[in-house]
């Protein structure tokens, strides 16, 4: 009689000595090619997190000067409002 064991909700037949081996082979390469999918979706998330790292980072850089620019402009309209009012 064959009986079939379970493995993660895999089954796998039980052979005379062990599992069958073709089953074995074939869920081993599916769970390769899956890992390799997963490894690679990875490292694109990784690289696209990089990207968008940068574009933060450049963000932050254009804000603090376009606000060093606007306290400059205040300073600047405050000085001329001080010598009209003289």
Request: charged share 35%.
């Amino acid at each position: 009689p064959r009986m079939t064991a379970q493995l993660d909700a895999v089954p796998f037949t039980v052979a005379r000595r062990g599992y069958d081996r073709g089953e074995v082979d074939d869920r081993l390469a599916a769970l390769t090619t899956e890992l390799t999918a997963l490894a690679a979706a990875r490292d694109a998330a990784v690289a696209e997190s990089r990207t968008l790292t940068r574009h933060l980072e450049a963000s932050r850089s254009e804000t603090r000067t376009l606000r060093e620019a606007a306290a400059e402009a205040r300073a600047d309209i405050d000085a001329l409002r001080a010598q009209v009012a003289e």
